[in-house]
């Protein structure tokens, strides 16, 4: 049924970043946005739930392993290449279908607590995770990763994404929850013909092709000494003519820069794990002088190591002020805009991350009851806006909605048990670290 809901702060996340006192925000039946604005010139009559706090679009986590919840603190001290060599591919060897699907649920649940309501996602036995996605009402971008390992087919792992995508579209499930796309792992981990051939597979099917892009230094030091950079590697492949979402992208030139913005390359900007690996500092204040699309992304919980993106906001702010010596580099609403509309433009969706007629009604209440905010929401926008920021984040997400569907009240998943969720984890990270 049409519904509306009414908050007496209401962040619609649109460019000029407006803040509607006494907003509301209505819902049809399909579960889109109908309209969004001040309560008393919302049209119609339809049920309305009051809401006490503030509300505002589903976060975007614009790049996730979330299945990785499973390898949660594996080899948390190690740099980037040891983890992955040497932790991280070793237990990922061991995986089940049954294995990814309970690390999924279990990062679904979190990231839905936290009001990320859409993760792009990286990781293997894609279908389970789909079914996860399903069970929670989260949304999600999917993408099995395409990598050249002994014992792996690369081939395959095309052929299959374009099976799926063939069978199924881009995207399927009620409201359109799921989309699929191809997800090669890197230009350093696999030969040019197969980033030839995910090029036009996805060119034929308009995907999306997630790929890591100069995460670390050292990574692809064979790529850039043949190519000068790995954004020309991918260009001259004709990946960057596609829709393309650059993970990390930590080692940029400027020259990299103008290439993805002239290319319109979308960039998941993933400050906490590039911190926590010491990859390094993305250069975020270029990328968006650049006009260059910028969302953020938690990378997975084993290098990260959680699911809040709310951290990410205010990392990102951080490093930006650090790394340029300026306090004003990136303003608590510029980093929150990376966190829901950077996020959908990044992807290249156009109805996620805004509260807008005709995006879906993703969409977050946060409670004002907390010392984030004591002295109310009556302060300047600016005030409210940066202790929702700095001094609130994940912890005072109270209600999420999904397409118009409430999948999170009072703090909890509505359509899943925590606990039950938490247990199938617990039993299958045991078995992967046996």
Known sequence: MPQRLRAPVVLPCDPAFSVIRDGAVDIGDDGRITFCGPAAAAPGDVPVTELTGILLPGLINAHAHSPMTLLRGMGGDLPLLRWLNEIIWPAEAKLRAEDVRAGMLLGSVEMLRHGVTT??????????????????????????????????DWRRMIEAADRWIDTDGLRFGPGDRIELSYAPHSAYMLPLEALRQVTESAAARGALVQIHVAEAANEDSRQRAEFGSVPRLLDEVGMLGGRVLAAHAVHLSDEDIALFAARGTGVAHCPGSNAKLASGIARLTDLRAAAVAVGLGTDGPASNDDLDLWEEVQLSAMLARLSTQDSTALRAKDALLLATRGGADALGRDDLGALEAGRWADLVHVDPDGPAFATGLDEPDEQ???????????????????????????????????????????????????
């Open 384 to 434: 409210v806006i940066s202790n929702l920021v700095w001094a609130a984040g994940s912890r005072q997400v109270r209600d999420v909605w999904v397409a118009g569907e409430q999948v999170v009240a009072g703090r909890e998943t509505v359509r899943v048990d925590r606990a039950k969720v938490q247990s199938a984890a617990r039993d299958a990270a045991s078995r992967l670290r046996a």
């Open 119 to 152: 993760s792009a996602e990286m990781y293997f036995f894609a279908e389970q995770m789909a079914e996860a996605v399903l069970e929670t009402g989260a949304r999600a971008v999917l993408g099995g990763p395409i990598i050249d390992l002994p014992g792996v």
